[in-house]
């Protein structure tokens, strides 16, 4: 999963996969799903981020990671 924000649009792209995506849905007023042809969850676009969601704070709980 990679978070890529993008300041000049204020936009906050969420990858949830390396595939591409061929589908698009907006589901509220400027958060858009992306989706692979398979009909998989790939993406999650959100315009007007720092409105929406709080930047400064990154928060991960129990994710599976290990130490490199």
Do not use: F, W
């Not at 591409?20 to 992306?34: A, I, K, N």
């Not at 998989?40 to 599976?64: F, M």
Request: aromatic share 4%.
């Amino acid at each position: 999963m990679k978070l890529s924000y993008h300041p000049d649009t204020d936009s906050l792209y969420i990858d949830l996969s390396a595939r591409s995506s061929c589908e698009s849905t907006e589901v509220s007023d400027g958060v858009v799903l992306d989706y692979d042809a398979d009909g998989n969850l790939v993406g999650i676009d959100i315009d007007n981020a720092s409105q929406k969601l709080d930047l400064r704070e990154l928060v991960t709980e129990r994710l599976p990671l290990r130490a490199a």
